[in-house]
T-cell receptor, first 114, second 116 residues
């Protein structure tokens, strides 16, 4: 039982390159989230998917796109990477709808844009 | 927009002392308040949470208190140990309008150092 699996763990890109961060969960959770974590700024929500087939913008969606491929998988795409997108990216999942349940995090992807 | 303010940003205590971290939130509809611990290079992990229908919850050396009127909640760690050293994040559920998607707004984090 792996929980929430993120790939890759580390990545270095050049400005303008594109890439997709993958997130897969085996917890049968409905909701999935993508965050970025920068020093001194906590975790900021990029996009989320409340249930399979739906996606919505969070606090900082600019420069990103997402795909909820199925119930298990939620990917984050950078179409044209910029140095400001250097960050640690976390995927999280939550059971059920609404609030009142904790989110469970993956191990993160450390992304550097040169 | 909605936000969560967390203080202090850094906290240093001697082993065995207590540590208190405080958060205030702006969304009066928030009803769920988790606390996460993040060790260096690791994922955030839930350590305790509280829902708005209770004022206090305790789990061994960790407790959380909630004051809905004042819109603030606090994490209390007693008898601190070196392994408590980590970054702690508070969060509040975001329920503005008809949105009820389990979204959380996180505080900026508190780096706790427990000196042996």
């Amino acid at each position: 039982n792996a929980g929430v699996t993120q790939t890759p763990k580390f990545q270095v890109l050049k400005t303008g390159q594109s890439m997709t961060l993958q997130c897969a969960q085996d917890m049968n959770h409905n909701s999935m989230y993508w965050y970025r974590q920068d020093p001194g700024m906590g975790l900021r929500l990029i996009y989320y998917s409340a249930s399979e087939g739906t996606t919505d913008k969070g606090e900082v969606p600019n420069g990103y796109n997402v795909s909820r491929l199925n119930k298990r998988e939620f990917s984050l795409r950078l179409e044209s990477a910029a140095p400001s997108q250097t960050s640690v990216y976390f995927c999280a999942t939550k059971d059920g709808g609404g609030s009142g349940q904790p989110q469970h995090f993956g191990d993160g992807t450390r992304l550097s844009i040169l | 927009g909605e936000n969560v303010e967390q203080h202090p940003s850094t906290l240093s205590v001697q082993e065995g002392d207590s540590a208190v971290i405080k958060c205030t939130y702006s969304d009066s509809a928030s009803n769920y308040f988790p606390w996460y611990k993040q060790e260096l290079g690791k994922r955030p992990q839930l350590i305790i949470d509280i829902r708005s229908n209770v004022g206090e919850k305790k789990d061994q050396r960790i407790a959380v208190t909630l004051n809905k009127t004042a819109k603030h909640f606090s994490l209390h760690i007693t008898e601190t140990q070196p392994e408590d050293s980590a970054v702690y994040f508070c969060a509040a559920s975001y329920l503005r309008g008809s949105s009820n998607t389990g979204k959380l707004i996180f505080g900026q984090g508190t780096t706790l150092q427990v000196k042996p």
